[in-house]
């Protein structure tokens, strides 16, 4: 799998796929054939969608459309309009077609409405004021996440990836200061000892 998708909705997934937002993005949907990698390995959307030139275009202002709007959302301004724009038009669109089998749910349809879906899906989550959308706390990551844990502490996107190292950072500090707190105490207990000690 060549993307992570552990942000809790599609549509921030689907941010997510800029992997660093600093001064040298890092995206990872460089042609039309990733976006349909994307689409494919995305649970939620039609396991097969053919992308051309316009539609990957289309995509992509979706895309940073949907940042937009979650930053507002995050630092509570008031939306861009042609951001809204842009998602409410692809929502506006039809959604791909759920078939029920004895092998479960099959998702069809163009990526026309692969995109409609992810766009309803940052409707949904934007529009929820009780969704807590964060981004990471990593400093090398600025993907967006739906945080649902216990009263909403968690820090970094995913486990396997932000999660471990922001985890293994934390516990080297921690040892770290746990270290350079002992050294002094055992000295200055070393020195009470010797010079109460009779010679």
Known sequence: MRFAFVSG???????????????????????P????????????L???ATADIATFTSALRLREAIYQLALDRMRARRFAPASLAIVN????????TVELSDAGVRLSGDLRCALAHVARSAITVLADHDACVKECGRPSCTRLY??????ARRTWCGMEGCGNRVKAAAYR???RAAGQGRGPKTNQAST????SSPE
């Open 89 to 96: 038009n692809a929502a506006a669109r039809p959604l791909p």
């Open 192 to 195: 009470t000892w010797e010079a």
């Open 173 to 175: 500090a921690r040892r």
């Open 9 to 31: 909705n599609p549509a921030l997934d689907l941010v997510g796929t800029v992997e660093s937002r600093g001064d040298e993005p890092a995206d990872l949907l460089a042609t």
């Open 146 to 151: 739906l945080d649902r844990s216990r009263g």
């Open 33 to 44: 054939a990733d976006l349909e990698q994307w689409v494919l390995e995305c649970d939620e």
């Open 46 to 48: 039609p396991d097969q």
